[in-house]
């Protein structure tokens, strides 16, 4: 599978943030990102309370999308924005807080180390503080997409990522909703691309999900079906 010897730095690598509705965790997850990295950017996807304020009181540069358009693109708008802008790697990072920003560096070491253009988050090596039936989910969708994509990658359903230029082009095209991180995966794997698995800490609050239990997961059989037919 394709990879490169890529030498990330801080000063080359931007992030972006999904957000919608997010405005009572979003500041304080841009402000420690900002304390890793320059430049961080916000895309607001249609929010209707303070998500786009506390945004821009915390520093991040600012998409605003009129309607809620999905997550998926509010990732692709942040990857296009900082593609345009010459950045060689885009970190994803949730708005909710289930993400330390303080370990941005993991992705940047393990880009450096394995050569990968896409990393991925791996929240299974300790899955003490997570729901059990969080669990089992991510366990059996993990195994069910690992296997679409020809290759092991333990933890698919975790947002927090990055991702190479080079790679990007290649992603922009997909679905529109959550579905659309399991798409990408697909789509870096059809192109040969190797994807690496960093292990990080598994933080929930009381953040509420914004996934549909029965809508969504139609989406995701949806989405292996159509793959599997490829």
């Known amino acids: 599978m394709e990879q490169r010897n890529a030498s990330p730095g801080r000063q080359g690598t931007a992030a972006v943030i999904p957000a919608y509705n997010e405005a009572k965790h979003l500041g304080d997850v841009v402000r420690r990102a900002r304390a890793e990295l320059d430049h961080v950017l916000v895309v ?3 929010s209707t309370d303070e998500t786009a304020a506390q945004a821009q009181a915390a520093g991040a540069e600012l998409i605003v999308h009129p309607e809620n ?6 990732i692709k708008a942040g990857l296009r924005y900082w593609l345009e802008r010459d950045f060689t790697w885009v970190v994803i990072l949730d708005a909710d807080g289930q993400h330390r920003p303080e370990e941005i560096d993991r992705m940047l070491s393990a880009a450096e180390s394995t050569g990968a253009l896409l990393l991925v988050g791996n929240r299974m090596n300790d899955v003490s503080s997570m729901p059990l039936v969080r669990q089992r989910v991510n366990r059996y969708m993990s195994e069910k997409i690992s296997r679409v994509c020809g290759q092991q990658i333990p933890d698919t359903q ?3 990522r990055m991702i190479h230029r080079d790679l990007i082009p290649i992603v922009l095209t997909g679905t529109n909703r959550f579905d659309y991180e399991t798409e990408m995966l697909i789509l870096a794997s059809r192109k040969n691309f190797r994807i690496g698995s960093v ?3 598994t933080v929930y609050s009381d953040e509420v999900s914004s996934i549909h239990p029965v809508r969504d997961t139609l989406r995701f059989f949806k989405l292996m079906r159509r793959y599997r037919k490829i």
Not at 69 to 74: Q, T
């Open 44 to 46: 607001d996807d249609g």
């Open 69 to 74: 358009r999905g997550k998926g693109e509010s």
């Open 158 to 160: 975790c947002g927090f």
């Open 199 to 201: 292990p990080i800490t």
